[in-house]
C-alpha cells in the first residue's frame, strides 16, 4: 500500500520560505505542499498562486486547525520560532526549523521538550551539512587524508546590507546569528567537538545609518575559537560586502588541508589576449550556492518523518549554535574571552 504524502506547510513566505516551498511542491518524494502562512496576505496568497495551492493563513495558530497538515516548515524571523515550533510539536507536528534556532538556549530546550513530548522529528536548518561539497570533504577529513584536524576556519559574507529591523542586536542577535551559524555549526561538525571558548570583535562598516541609534551593532566580525578537545576554530562574517555571495571553509591537519568553496559562479574561466587576469561570473546568492543542499535537506526531513530515523542536524546542534552567538555577542560587548564550559 502507497504511503500518504507528508502535507507540509511552510510558514514565511519569503526567500528562503519559497525554496522550502517549491521543494515539497516539486522535487521531494512522498510530499506535498499543503498550505502556506504569513502575516502577510497578499504575499502569502501570491505564494499559493505560484505553488497552485489555495490554503493560506495569517498565522500558525490557524494553520494548526487544518487536519491535512503533518508538518511545519518554519522560516519566520527568530523571536518567532519558539512559539510556532512548541506549538506544532504539541500538537503532534513534524518541524524543521531554519537557522537561527531560536533566541537563547532556553528557548531550544524548550523546542527540544515539547518535540520530544509531541513525537515530533526535529530537524534544525544547517543546510550545509546536505551539500555535495562539504560532506566530501568531512569523508576526507574522517578518513585521516589531512591527519590530525588541528584548526577550522569558515567564512560567511553576505553581498546585501542588513534588514533594519536586524540593527537591535538584542532582538536579531545580530550577524553572528543571522549570518554566521551557518559557520558555528560547520565548526562544531568538522571538529567534532564544542566550543570552550571564544574572542570576538565586532565592527560597523558598511551601515552608517545604525550608528546612532544601534551602537552596540556590527556589521563585520572575527571570531577565534578554542574547543574542549584542543583543537582550534576561526570565523570571519560580514554584511553588505557587495562583491558576491562568498562562502568558504578551510580545515587544516597535521598532514595537509581541505578546501571548501570558491567564489566562482560555474566552472568556465574566460581569458583573452586584452586580459592578463581572465575573468569570470561570481556566485551572487546563497540561493544558487546551496539550491542543492536546501533540497537534499527537505528530502532528508521526510526520510527522517517515515523512518523514525534521527535528523542529521538536531536539536542539540541548533542549541550550541545560539549558545555560541550568545557568547560571541558577550565577548564583543564587555572585548574579552568568554568561556562555554559548564555552560
Keep these: 500500500m502507497k504511503k500518504a504524502e507528508i502535507g507540509i506547510c511552510v510558514i514565511g513566505a519569503g526567500r528562503a520560505g519559497m525554496i522550502h516551498a517549491v521543494n515539497f511542491a516539486k522535487n ?31 498565522s500558525y495558530e490557524q494553520a494548526l486547525e487544518d487536519k491535512s497538515i503533518d508538518a511545519y516548515v518554519i522560516v519566520s524571523p527568530t523571536k518567532f520560532h519558539k512559539e510556532a ?73 553576505g553581498p546585501s546590507v542588513p534588514q533594519p529591523w536586524m540593527y537591535d542586536i538584542q532582538k536579531s542577535n545580530g550577524p553572528l546569528a543571522e549570518v554566521n551559524s551557518h559557520d558555528i555549526d560547520t565548526l562544531r561538525w568538522f571538529t567534532g567537538s564544542e566550543f570552550a571558548s571564544v574572542y570576538a570583535i565586532g565592527g560597523n562598516y558598511r551601515c552608517p545609518d545604525a550608528k546612532a541609534d544601534f551602537p552596540d551593532f556590527y556589521d563585520n566580525v572575527v571570531m577565534a575559537a578554542s574547543f574542549e578537545n584542543g583543537m582550534q576554530g576561526m570565523i570571519d562574517g560580514a554584511q553588505g560586502v557587495g562583491y558576491a555571495y562568498d562562502a568558504r571553509t578551510e580545515i587544516l591537519g597535521t598532514k595537509g588541508c581541505v578546501f571548501i568553496g570558491r567564489l566562482e559562479g560555474d566552472c568556465v574561466l574566460t581569458c583573452t589576449t586584452d586580459s592578463k587576469t581572465g575573468s569570470y561570473p561570481l556566485v551572487n546568492s546563497w540561493r544558487q550556492l546551496f539550491k542543492d543542499a536546501y533540497l537534499n535537506e527537505d528530502i532528508s526531513f521526510i526520510e527522517c518523518i517515515n523512518t523514525g530515523k ?33 555552560e
Excluded: W
Design 28 to 58: 521531494v518524494p512522498g510530499a506535498r505542499i499543503a498550505a502556506m502562512v504569513d502575516p502577510a496576505e497578499e504575499a502569502a496568497a501570491a505564494a499559493c498562486r505560484e505553488l497552485g495551492i489555495s490554503a493560506h493563513y495569517r
Design 310 to 342: 534521527a535528523p542529521k542536524v538536531t536539536g542539540h546542534d541548533g542549541k550550541m549554535a545560539v549558545k555560541v552567538v550568545d557568547a560571541g555577542n558577550r565577548s564583543i560587548i564587555e572585548k574579552r574571552i568568554v568561556y562555554l564550559e559548564g
Design 85 to 157: 515550533a512548541v506549538a506544532a510539536a504539541l500538537a503532534g507536528k513534524h518541524i524543521l526549523c531554519e537557522k537561527p534556532m531560536a533566541m537563547t538556549a532556553e528557548e531550544c530546550d524548550e523546542m527540544i521538550a515539547a518535540a520530544k513530548k509531541g513525537g515530533a522529528v526535529l530537524q534544525i536548518g544547517f543546510m550545509r551539512r546536505y551539500d555535495q561539497s562539504f560532506a566530501r570533504a568531512k569523508e576526507v577529513v574522517d578518513s585521516g587524508a589531512v591527519g590530525d584536524v588541528v584548526m577550522v576556519r569558515s567564512n560567511t559574507r
